[in-house]
């Protein structure tokens, strides 16, 4: 209906008409000169999109936090191997795989040195097992990839603030209102709020009355404005909030990646002293079945002799067989803490090893107490190197960005807008209205009178930040019990060894005694037994002993956040 009503009447149309021939015949010779200038005006846009990409990027303030250095990020400070541009060209020397190589000049090896069979490789340490998860754990190697993920998503925090460019172009050749309109512009969001605005238009034919504003002179119009919130976006917005926070999520995955790091080296840990403990109960049960096999001929000598009875020799048979038993679940559990330590001893690709039981140490390191200072003194240390505190104090920090921006929500939108505009070439008409320079200024206003939507963000906001700080409360209080109960287990393992290795003294006495009491034939071999039984439990306890307490100085290092 309304385009019904915007038709001219006949007279009008014709004198429209005669206008519109003689638009043609000039509009046909500026078409040309008008694809050349738009083509012109891409160029110049492209080339400062590609300049104000580089140079109109602010920096943040940059959120330092000491942290532990990563295997990875050792592995790319240490130093690299030479390149081979380094080497001396005389230094090379020509090799076909026909040729014979020659030993090396140097005097033998250690290899060369001694039999082959006389090579025993070095014991398992503990540093090797740590290095080994520091630098092949999947785990951990999966939180080293929390880096990568925070870089993405910082960098995609950044593309808010991209320069954008715009670009249309829109014809019309034929019908009553022939037409050319093409436009570029460019927009780029300020890091302060706002935008700044440039661009370019063309607007050629003949337009109705209404669309007036879409002719330009013939050389075009340029154009440049700016938009600057005063009120609500001022301060903060919701694209410098999640850029905030994107370089937060960079600081807060370092703590976040040391926790993991010193809890996999805990377990690794614990599972280290029990393949250890695991061998060494193993050549317990092993030494105390050699006892009984070793007095077969003497107790077939002794009841030839009539020194003994018959049944000596079988009861002796019978302790084989027990002791045999035990030798066979001692095993058993030798296997299964060597296959549970291959899930963190592995190879730099990342397999996992099975540590073969020549790599077992033949006993426990020294044992070493923390010094009574260092004990009063851990829980503080504790809590200060925290990368669960750390952890959380950086979301905090990111959920306080949130109620920031909620808050500034809750102004009204007040922008203020500022935008000039001057129009070159021959005049479109004999007035020459378009022809001056023109500025135009306004502020634009706009509220929800509820803002519920703000409110609510405010309240929940407001609630995340006093969970955070519930739990980092807890999570330090439960930081000093853990250093508590790991120092009270430290201590009781302690005594507990010197405990065992006491009663692995009594125990290898009363033995001995019993051996001469036994080829005296004042006991049986069933006595016997039970002296050399309890020697060997003896020693398992003094074994599990000596475990548990390296297991317990692995809890009290972890307690600490010190890597075990």
């Known amino acids: 209906m309304a385009t019904t009503e915007r038709i001219p009447s006949d007279g009008l149309r014709r004198q429209e008409g005669r206008h519109q021939e003689a638009s043609q015949a000039q509009g046909e010779a500026a078409q040309v000169a008008r694809t050349a200038r738009i083509a012109g005006v891409v160029t110049l846009s492209l080339a400062m999109l590609a300049t104000g990409c580089r140079s109109t990027t602010p920096s943040l303030p940059t959120y330092t936090e000491s942290s532990p250095q990563s295997a990875s990020t050792k592995a790319a400070a240490a130093p690299s191997s030479p390149s081979a541009t380094s080497i001396d060209s005389s230094e090379l020397r020509k090799v076909s795989f ?32 740590v290095l080994a998860v520091e630098a092949s754990y999947p785990l951990l190697t999966s939180a080293y990839l929390s880096r990568n993920v925070a870089e993405g998503e910082n960098i995609a925090a950044w593309g808010d603030f991209d320069l954008l460019l715009k670009a249309s172009s829109e014809s019309r050749p034929e019908g009553y209102y022939q037409t050319y309109r093409q436009k570029v512009s460019m927009e780029k969001p300020l890091f302060s709020g706002g935008y700044l605005y440039g661009g370019y238009r063309l607007g050629e034919g003949y337009f109705p009355a209404w669309y007036g504003d879409r002719e330009t002179n013939g050389g075009g119009e340029f154009a440049a404005g700016i938009g600057i919130p005063l009120l609500k976006g001022r301060a903060i917005d919701q694209r410098r909030a999640q850029l905030f926070q994107a370089e937060m999520e960079r600081q807060r995955v370092e703590p976040e990646i040391r926790a993991q790091l010193i809890e996999f080296t805990r377990v690794a840990s614990l599972y280290y002293w029990d393949w250890v403990a695991a061998g060494m109960a193993r050549d317990a049960q092993r030494g105390l079945l050699e006892l009984a096999q070793e007095r077969v001929q003497n107790i077939q000598r002794r009841i030839e002799l009539g020194d003994l009875k018959s049944i000596t020799r079988i009861t002796n048979e019978q302790l084989i067989a027990a002791r045999e038993t035990k030798l066979i679940e001692s095993e058993r559990k030798l296997q299964s803490s060597a296959i549970k330590l291959s899930l963190f001893f592995r190879d730099p690709a990342g397999q996992p090893l099975l540590p073969h039981e020549s790599l077992l140490p033949n006993h426990f390191p020294e044992e070493a107490l923390p010094t009574t200072q260092e004990l009063a003194e851990a829980a503080d240390t504790a809590v200060a190197a925290s990368p669960l505190l750390a952890d959380l104090d950086w979301k905090i920090r990111q959920v306080r960005v949130d109620l920031q921006q909620a808050e500034n929500s809750l102004l009204p939108k007040l922008d203020a807008q500022l935008y000039a505009s001057k129009d070159i070439g021959e005049p479109t008409s004999p007035q020459g209205e378009k022809t001056p320079f023109e500025l135009e200024a306004g502020i634009f206003g706009e509220v929800p009178l509820q803002r519920r ?40 393992a302690e005594e507990r060894t010197k405990r065992a290795e006491q009663n692995v003294q009594l125990a290898e006495e009363a033995l001995r005694l019993a051996r001469i009491q036994f080829n005296a034939g004042d006991i049986d071999v069933v006595e016997l037994n039970i002296y050399e039984q309890s020697a060997t439990d003896a020693q398992l306890i003094d074994i599990s002993a000596q475990a548990d307490f390296f297991k317990a100085i692995a809890d009290y290092r972890a307690a600490l956040n010190i890597i075990p």
């Open 453 to 492: 939507a703000a409110i609510g963000k405010v309240t929940a906001t407001e609630a995340k930040l006093q969970q955070l700080s519930a739990k980092r409360q807890y999570t330090a209080e439960k930081t000093v019990a853990t250093v508590q109960d790991a120092i009270s287990a430290l201590l009781n």
């Open 98 to 129: 026909d040729e014979e190589l020659k030993p090396p000049a140097q005097g033998p090896s250690h290899l060369e040195a001694a039999p082959l069979e006389e090579i025993e490789p070095a014991p398992l340490s503990m540093e090797d097992v």
